[in-house]
């Protein structure tokens, strides 16, 4: 066991992705069983809920809350790219745009995990963390458009003619079927489930990753940070225990969640 560790991510950023995955299980939760109201289960779980009027309030509290979270993060990036002047936001090692090593490097692992070449040398943020990153950004756009145009029909029906509605509903059922699918399989995946992180990877929660770890999963990270002397501006102690198993619980709900959604996902698709 390390005795040494960095931090990776900050207080706020682990409120705030505490925040957005709580408001985006709830809007899972509430928004499936209104989708599939025709069926069986969506009734029983409606239920449990307390009616589908009440799940379709609830729905709205969880957007609220992830619209919430959404401008506070934005509003950070811009603390950080005007006042800060922090142009790392836009390119480099630390920013979540993407670059052209990004594909490169997406080929790369590709081939290594056909075994025809050495796994890629990853810095602070992989091909697929960026993946989902931007995929918050395309549903806060897609499906976050077209729920307040539902949410607020009367004000909207001023500026934009009935049929854009219809557009509306369809969108918005289908690109949020879309979101889930890919949050509770591939990205739930990529962040716990892989063989390396198994049963679960609480960096998100300790905010902390071990020296060893990170050498391990990020050479080239490690690698710049020992050349700048910036490690030692990044040392903390080891996460307490307390905040261990606080994510160990947290992580467990929201991944059994998730894939329990995913199920009734695909049993009313199949069916």
């Known amino acids: 066991m390390s005795t040494q560790f960095v931090r990776r991510f900050d207080g706020v950023d682990r409120v705030l992705h505490g ?18 109201s025709d069926q069986s289960w969506a009734h029983r779980m409606a239920s449990i809920l307390g009616s589908f009027e009440v799940a379709g309030w609830l729905h709205r509290v969880c957007a609220s809350l992830l619209i919430a979270v959404f401008a506070a993060h934005l509003y950070r990036l811009g603390v950080r790219l005007i006042i800060k002047r922090d ?14 090593r990004d594909a490169r490097e997406a080929v790369a692992h590709v081939k ?13 943020y992989t091909y697929w963390e960026k993946f989902d990153y931007w995929a918050v950004f395309w549903g806060m756009g897609i499906i976050g458009a077209s729920g307040l145009l539902l949410w607020f029909p009367v004000f909207f029906a001023r500026l934009v003619p009935g049929w854009i509605f219809n557009i509306a509903l369809l969108i918005h059922g289908e690109e949020a079927l879309l979101a889930v699918g890919f949050i509770f399989t591939m990205h739930f995946f990529n962040g716990h489930l892989r063989p390396e992180k198994f049963p679960m990877d609480r960096v998100i929660f300790t905010g902390r990753v071990s ?13 710049r940070l020992i050349a700048t002397g910036g490690l030692d501006a990044l040392r903390v102690s080891a996460p307490e225990p307390w905040l261990v198993r606080l994510g160990t619980v947290i992580g467990t709900i929201a991944v059994t969640t998730g894939l329990l959604l995913v199920g009734f996902i695909l049993y009313a698709v199949l069916k």
Not at 112 to 124: A, N, Y
């Open 112 to 124: 290594w995990f056909l075994r025809l070449g050495p796994r890629p040398r990853f810095d602070r």
């Open 87 to 100: 142009v790392g936001v836009l390119w480099g090692p630390q920013s979540m745009v993407p670059q052209w």
């Open 19 to 36: 925040l957005l995955m709580l408001s985006f299980l709830g809007l899972a939760a509430t928004g499936l069983p209104l989708i599939f």
């Open 211 to 223: 020296i060893e770890e990170l050498a391990e999963e990020r050479p080239n990270e490690y690698a």
